[in-house]
């Protein structure tokens, strides 16, 4: 079946340094959209990215992600974490139903 | 911006009562969906409806009856709740499929004692 898988359940960081938060899929889907989806403390899921395009960037809020279809990957990165990034990040696809398909997520601490 | 509400934002029961949590969309979206988020298992799709008398089963739905009255209203429905039910509840909405993204409503922490 279809899934989305992120490795790390925790991913702790220095303050100011670059962080990968890797995310990885299988999908039998031809048309298919990637999500990023980050979720601050006691706050909702929002978009953070998203990204249909294969191989171009995509960037918001100093994070950035690629599609790329022939590693079947679409990992987040950020050159420069902040405080402020520490957070629950989701990985999510969307195909051709009605349904997104979430990895297990992966929780960002930054510390100081 | 899609404005997604939920209601109650907290709330307890016992073994065996029932419950209903409520969600409204005010932007007039066709999809609309109930999620729980656990530690360790993420944001899993209980029940989900793509208009007003529609509902399809999601991929933890048992124990749980949803209703989609309006385009507006989805409700999750618990009749004997039982403390694996315990969780944090979500609602989203979404105006299509095949790239939209979800919007998601505050969220409801359930209790079952």
């Known amino acids: 079946g279809d899934s989305v898988t992120q490795t790390e359940g925790l991913v702790t960081v220095t303050e100011g340094l670059p962080v990968k938060l890797n995310c990885t899929y299988q999908?039998?889907?031809?048309?298919?959209?990637f999500f990023w989806y980050v979720q601050y403390l006691n706050e909702a899921p929002q978009v953070l990215l998203r990204?249909?395009?294969?191989?171009k960037r995509t960037e918001h809020q100093g994070f950035h992600a690629t599609l790329h279809k022939s590693s079947s990957s679409f990992h987040l990165q950020k050159s420069s974490a902040q405080l402020s990034d520490s957070a629950l990040y989701y990985c999510a696809l969307s195909g051709n139903t009605r349904k997104l398909i979430f990895g297990l997520g992966t929780t960002l601490q930054v510390q100081p | 911006e899609a404005a997604v509400t939920q209601s109650p934002r907290n709330k307890v029961t016992v073994t065996g009562g029932n419950v209903t949590l409520s969600c409204r969309q005010t932007n007039s979206h066709n999809y609309m969906y109930w999620y729980r988020q656990d530690t360790g298992h993420g944001l899993r799709l209980i029940h989900y409806?793509?208009?007003?008398?529609?509902?399809q089963i999601g991929d933890v739905p048992d124990g749980y009856k949803a209703t989609r009255t309006t385009q507006e209203d989805f409700f999750l429905l618990l009749e004997l709740a039982s403390p694996s039910q315990t969780s944090l509840y979500f609602c989203a909405s979404s105006p299509g499929t095949g790239g939209y993204e979800q919007y998601f409503g505050p969220g409801t922490r359930l209790t079952v004692l």
């Open positions: 990204s249909s395009t294969d191989n």
């Open positions: 999908t039998t889907y031809l048309t298919i959209a």
């Open positions: 409806s793509y208009g007003a008398g529609n509902l």
